[in-house]
């Protein structure tokens, strides 16, 4: 599995818990977490935690994300991955967060275009899915700029900060 993806304008490298201070400053952000299933983070030891976590979900082959680096000022702005492998069926989950003073300039789609080309080109993957809460118009902007196909909402589908949230489904094939 590529540990180091590259853009036009990012670096996307396997997560390290060297990223944990400036990933810890974005995950405590109210505003990135919002529509996280992650409560902020009060300490950067939960950053560590976390990147712990999914440093080990890496290591089984069930997962991995990456710390977006900006290739000019090599500032660390956000991360994205995959969120889950599905190897039977030959599908991916993807996820993504952006620090809010780096919104709107396009970062996601960036990051996530270079996910969709090792998805499809290099993982073999036949499907990338992404599933959104309804009120997160900012990604669910983000999936429609890359042509992803709104499947349906999945009622209650999971447990976040306390509550039961809905989720729209989106996909991305490798035929599409």
């Keep these: 599995m590529n540990h180091h993806l590259t853009t036009k304008r990012l670096q996307l490298h396997k997560i390290s818990i060297a990223d944990a201070p400036k990933l810890f400053r974005i995950w ?14 009060n300490s950067e030891k939960e950053a560590e935690d976390m990147i712990a976590f999914l440093n080990e979900l890496a290591k089984q082959e069930k997962a991995i994300r990456y710390s977006i680096f900006l290739k000019e000022s090599d500032e660390l702005i956000g991360s994205c991955g995959f969120n889950s492998f599905d190897k039977e ?8 967060d952006i620090a809010k003073e780096h919104w709107g300039n396009g970062y996601a789609p960036e990051a996530i275009t ?13 499907r990338v899915e992404a599933k959104v809460e309804p009120e997160n118009l900012h990604s669910i902007k983000v999936l429609e700029k890359l042509n992803f ?4 909402r999945l009622r209650h589908a999971e447990k976040s900060k306390g509550r039961f949230v809905d989720l729209n489904v989106y996909s991305r094939l490798k035929s599409d």
């Design 28 to 41: 405590s952000d109210p505003e990135v977490t919002r529509y996280m299933n992650i409560t902020r983070f």
């Design 89 to 96: 069926n030959s599908i991916t989950e993807i996820g993504y």
């Design 114 to 126: 270079s996910l969709l080309e090792t998805a499809f080109n290099v993982l073999e993957i036949n």
């Design 149 to 152: 196909t709104y499947e349906g």
